[in-house]
């Protein structure tokens, strides 16, 4: 606690934890001894409503899917998160001592100043100023902590094998992998799925939908491993499918196959590792400490060797804003008790005795600049050289089977995986449809998402708010929930719902636009002639494109 003053005004800055019961009293008591004019609270005008229990508003559709709006909230929520199972651990609210700051001030009819800066602006410019192996970093930090090891390998394990399937399809041929093999990978692949189909559908209102999904992946491998490649019972079919989609469909099962094998050992041994690991007693951890100057700027310190851009939007800039709005208030001739974190004392009683030093409000609002966006113009190579190349293969003389069948190939591959994450994800038919039918204009468009019209359909059948945050908090601070009973419930809740469901439709079309690339032109480049006969087909193109122009030229 500081004080710093002018001959107009004065500002006294109470440093508090926000999970601690001492500081909620410690500002009570300051409150009632001062008797200021105002109290200013770490709070906008949002968590100011939410902490009194108002009613949360409903998100708009447009804040929620434009941008990284989804990281955002994601980094939103890492906090609040942490600061509820603060809370539930030392049995205190979060935000505890703006809510006696608030009360006091209520009590004794003192004005209150809602002085911190919107959350929604923090949160986008925190996200802006990290790096993108800060936000690896970050992301991979809340999947490892909130996950279990054999979870987290299985998606690293699907997510590689979806990458060795191209190479399978490539270079099988020099390590063993033959046509009739991967014919009999293919009828069993195709004899696995339908067998899980049949089963997920027939056992409907037999078994819970943790249980049908075990039955219809077990029965599906069981059926396809046995039957379909060991008995070779799908062979007569597969062979009709013609030589690329058997190739196709056969290396991506054994790519997927391997990675899957490949991630549950991976989990297993990250569980065992788990468990070896000395448990934490969080329970000897004195809060008081919390408000001490010594361990918040170690805590400070680490944070910024983690991210110093993301420090500086979370911790600096709000020290500048909250010091300007106190400033204003003391140059009012006002008295004033600040009520702020203690991480945050430091910084803003630097600013009261050296107000001189303080950037101008309107720079630390608004949307930052001056950043080339390397994302943004990669996607946009990308894009002008797949639409490029389709334009060049139209003018060449391959002919128009070849292109509609590429064409084709595009469309339904992004289809499939946008509309099929979506739908595994738990949106609606409508939704997952809709995501599905505009992956493949998206997916050439860096500046649109094929997640955001899935997320916009989705809306309107289950709206959200600010309230379904607090609603998975609560889902998460119980550790003695099963997995799968914890995972079907954070899926009911509207918020996180849409969140994956954007996410998965994004990740499902740029998963689909890889393997376009990666994976299916160079099989199409065999059958026309190789990487030679493309080129050459390319060139053709070219050509007759320049001698079209030409002519309308002159």
């Given at each position: ?26 500002v ?5 001894t ?7 609270v ?10 009194r229990g108002?009613e949360?508003?409903?998100?708009a559709?447009?804040d929620?899917?434009?941008g ?5 909230f ?8 942490v ?8 049995d205190?609210?979060?935000g505890?001592?703006?809510l ?9 009819g003192?004005?209150?100043a809602l ?11 925190f996200w ?18 909130a ?11 699907v997510?590689a094998?979806l990458?060795?399937?191209p ?17 009999r ?7 696995a ?16 939908a943790?249980?049908r999904?075990?039955a219809?992946?077990g029965g599906?491998i069981a059926?396809?491993g046995?039957?379909?490649f ?6 007569p ?11 196709v469909?056969g290396?991506?099962?054994?790519g997927l196959t391997?990675?899957i094998?490949?991630?549950t050992l ?9 468990t ?15 408000t001490?100057t010594?361990?918040?700027?170690a805590?400070m310190?680490e ?8 420090a500086?939007?979370l ?11 106190l ?6 001739g ?6 702020v ?15 001189g030093t ?10 930052q600049?001056?950043?080339i966006p390397?994302?943004?113009?990669v ?8 639409i490029?190349?389709?334009v060049l ?9 070849t ?12 289809g ?8 595994a994800?738990g ?20 500046f ?5 019209f ?7 059948h ?6 379904d ?6 889902l998460?601070?119980?550790e ?17 719902r849409?969140?994956i469901?954007v996410a ?10 890889t ?5 299916l ?20 193109g070219?050509?007759n494109?320049?001698q079209?122009i030409?002519?309308?030229?002159t």
């Amino acid at each position: 606690m500081s004080q710093e003053a002018t001959d107009t005004g004065r500002v006294r800055v109470v440093g508090t934890a926000h999970v601690s019961a001492e500081s909620a009293e410690k500002v009570q008591s300051v409150i009632e001894t001062e008797q200021p004019d105002v109290v200013a609270v770490e709070l906008d005008e949002g968590r100011y409503r939410q902490l009194r229990g108002d009613e949360p508003d409903d998100l708009a559709a447009a804040d929620l899917l434009r941008g990284n709006t989804v990281f955002q909230f994601l980094a939103y929520w890492m906090l609040s998160y942490v600061q509820t199972r603060l809370g539930d651990r030392f049995d205190v609210q979060p935000g505890a001592d703006m809510l006696a700051a608030i009360d006091a001030a209520d009590a004794t009819g003192t004005d209150i100043a809602l002085v911190d800066r919107d959350i929604n602006e923090t949160m986008r410019r925190f996200w802006n100023r990290m790096t993108r192996i800060e936000k690896i970093q970050l992301i991979g930090g809340l999947a490892v902590g909130a996950g279990n090891g054999l979870g987290i390998g299985l998606a690293i394990g699907v997510i590689a094998g979806l990458f060795f399937g191209p190479l399978i399809a490539l270079f099988g041929n020099t390590i063993g992998i033959t046509s009739a093999l991967l014919t009999r990978v293919a009828g069993g692949a195709l004899l696995a799925l339908a067998t899980g189909s049949v089963i997920w559908i027939g056992a409907a209102t037999i078994l819970s939908a943790e249980d049908r999904l075990l039955a219809a992946v077990g029965g599906g491998i069981a059926v396809g491993g046995i039957a379909g490649f060991g008995l070779g019972i799908a062979e007569p079919i597969t062979t009709q499918l013609g030589p690329l989609t058997v190739r196709v469909i056969g290396s991506v099962t054994l790519g997927l196959t391997a990675g899957i094998i490949a991630g549950t050992l991976l989990g297993e041994l990250t569980d065992i590792f788990r468990t070896q690991q000395p448990e934490e007693n969080i329970e000897e951890f004195d809060m008081a400490e919390m408000t001490d100057t010594d361990v918040v700027s170690a805590m400070m310190a680490e944070f910024r060797q983690f991210s110093p851009g993301g420090a500086e939007a979370l911790i600096d800039e709000r020290d500048a804003y909250i010091a300007n709005r106190l400033v204003e208030l003391r140059d009012q001739g006002q008295t004033v008790v600040a009520v702020v974190g203690a991480g945050h004392r430091e910084g803003i009683e630097r600013y009261l005795t050296h107000p001189g030093t303080l950037p101008p409000q309107e720079s630390l609002t608004g949307t930052q600049s001056g950043r080339i966006p390397w994302s943004k113009l990669v996607g946009g190579s990308v894009s002008a050289i797949v639409i490029g190349f389709f334009v060049l293969l139209a003018l060449s003389s391959a002919g128009n089977q070849t292109l509609l069948r590429l064409f084709a190939a595009w469309f339904l591959i992004n289809g499939i995986f946008a509309a099929g994450l979506a739908k595994a994800a738990g949106a609606h038919w409508s939704s997952s449809l809709v995501g599905g039918a505009i992956a493949w204009l998206t997916s050439i468009n860096p500046f649109l998402a094929p997640g955001w019209f899935t997320g916009y359909v989705e809306l309107q059948h289950d709206p959200v708010n600010v309230s379904d945050i607090s609603t998975l908090n609560e889902l998460l601070s119980d550790e003695e929930r099963p997995i799968g009973a914890l995972i079907t419930e954070l899926l009911e809740v509207p918020l996180f719902r849409l969140i994956i469901v954007v996410a998965a439709t994004n990740i499902g079309s740029i998963v689909a636009s890889t393997i376009f690339v990666a994976y299916l032109l160079p099989l199409f480049a065999l059958d026309l002639g190789g990487v030679s006969g493309v080129v050459t087909l390319l060139i053709e193109g070219a050509r007759n494109g320049w001698q079209i122009i030409w002519t309308n030229i002159t």
